[in-house]
């Protein structure tokens, strides 16, 4: 059973944690909450007590005896706080410890996670920004807000993740352990299938859900990477920790892809852009003809995306391209392989029920070096583990060469 301590500061958004506190105990984690005196004025302390099972204090003189503002964080095996303030981020950065929760961060050995929640202006303010950039430094995780609903009218970003995409990241983190092979990197990755529309109701696109894209979003934002996710027209939840951007149709993809990508270390194209598009979009619906015979729809080649990032490389950066065939699979990614000058291309056979919308993937990693490995059908957050552990490999060979990463 991990040790978890839940650490909870004075916003409106304290009354999320008791969401995530639930969320760790019915998972079997035993959690300790550490609120701080703020904390108690939108949630109190019996509630933290009833939730927990534990006692509650936020003084480091409580039960000072058993010396709580050291024990605590030398026990945990993974430190949450949601919400953090923006002065709770000052605080930790600058070492500073008035109270239990500070005093435990300076003492826990183990991973931490900060999800912040605050005004926009507040997050976006440049001692906060430094403060952020110096606990990530520091191996720490510090979670991107998300866009929403503020307090009041307001809206922006700075809004408090949803709980289970908190309690998610830090799963992950607390299974990936205090190795942050990602930490300080930029990490673009793409997901979905674009769609071309044809006229104002209609499309051609594909299956891709966007999971296995997702996944690795998440994947490398545990393992401590700044993460820009482009989506294209994806329906899951937003993974806590990444950038999102959104889009519909291939160029949109390749415009923030290109943009995203000028500098990031690591690129992974896992969406699945259309190969081609209408030469042109009817203003109106395309109605049906008197003889039942429709108009033929003549397409034109969408640009490769991953090609063109290939070309346009820089030194140490590590470009990540996917296959998706239905035959000669291995044959087929090899030759993409080259064309797109990637590093790393992750190759499948994908078909009606088989990879597009699964939680299972059966795939393979081929190398620009020559080198292969079968993952065999996996879990899709193991297959994103096992590309960003090839990835960051070779981001550590190319500092290891006297390279630029």
Not at 7 to 13: E, F, L
């Amino acid at each position: 059973m991990a040790e978890v301590v839940l650490g909870v500061c004075g916003g409106i958004a304290a009354y999320k944690a008791c969401e995530l506190l639930r969320l760790f105990t019915e998972s079997g984690h035993n959690v300790r909450v550490v609120p701080t005196a703020s904390a108690l004025k939108f949630v109190g302390a019996p509630t933290w007590a009833a939730l927990s099972g534990k006692p509650v204090a936020t003084e480091v003189w409580d039960d000072a005896h058993e010396v709580p503002h050291v024990r605590i964080g030398r026990s945990a095996d993974l430190v949450v706080v949601a919400p953090a303030t923006a002065d709770l981020l000052a605080k930790a950065a600058h070492g500073l410890a008035d109270d239990l929760l500070t005093n435990t961060l300076l003492t826990a050995t183990c991973p931490i996670v900060y999800a912040p929640a605050m005004h926009t202006e507040m997050w976006e303010n440049a001692a906060t920004r430094a403060n952020v950039a110096t606990l990530r430094e520091r191996g720490a995780i510090v979670i991107e807000p998300a866009v929403g609903r503020l307090t009041g009218a307001d809206t922006g970003k700075g809004r408090l993740p949803d709980p289970e995409a908190i309690f998610d990241l830090a799963l992950r983190v607390r299974n990936h352990g205090l190795d942050r092979d990602l930490g300080g990197r930029h990490v673009v990755v793409t997901a979905g299938g674009t769609r071309e529309p044809l006229d104002p109701v209609r499309f051609l696109g594909n299956r891709s859900s966007g999971k296995q894209g997702y996944a690795i979003a998440k994947a490398a934002a545990a393992r401590g990477a700044r993460v820009t996710l482009i989506a294209a027209n994806v329906t899951l939840p937003d993974p806590a920790g990444v950038e999102i951007t959104r889009v519909g149709t291939t160029e949109e993809l390749r415009v923030a892809t290109v943009k995203a990508a000028a500098d990031a270390d690591v690129v992974v194209m896992a969406a699945a852009p259309a190969d081609f598009r209408p030469a042109t979009i009817a203003a109106q619906k395309i109605k049906k003809t008197d003889s039942g015979t429709p108009a033929a729809i003549v397409l034109t080649t969408n640009p490769d995306i991953a090609a063109e990032l290939g070309a346009v490389k820089r030194p140490g950066q590590v470009l990540v391209a996917f296959a998706a065939e239905t035959h000669d699979a291995i044959e087929h990614a090899r030759a993409k392989l080259t064309k797109k000058r990637a590093d790393l291309i992750v190759v499948n056979e994908v078909g009606v029920d088989r990879v597009f919308g699964a939680d299972h993937n059966d795939a393979t990693i081929l190398g620009s070096d020559g080198s292969s490995a079968t993952l065999g059908e996996l879990r899709k957050e193991d297959v994103a583990d096992r590309i960003l552990d090839r990835a960051a490999a070779l981001l550590e060979s190319q500092v290891g060469d006297g390279g630029t990463a």
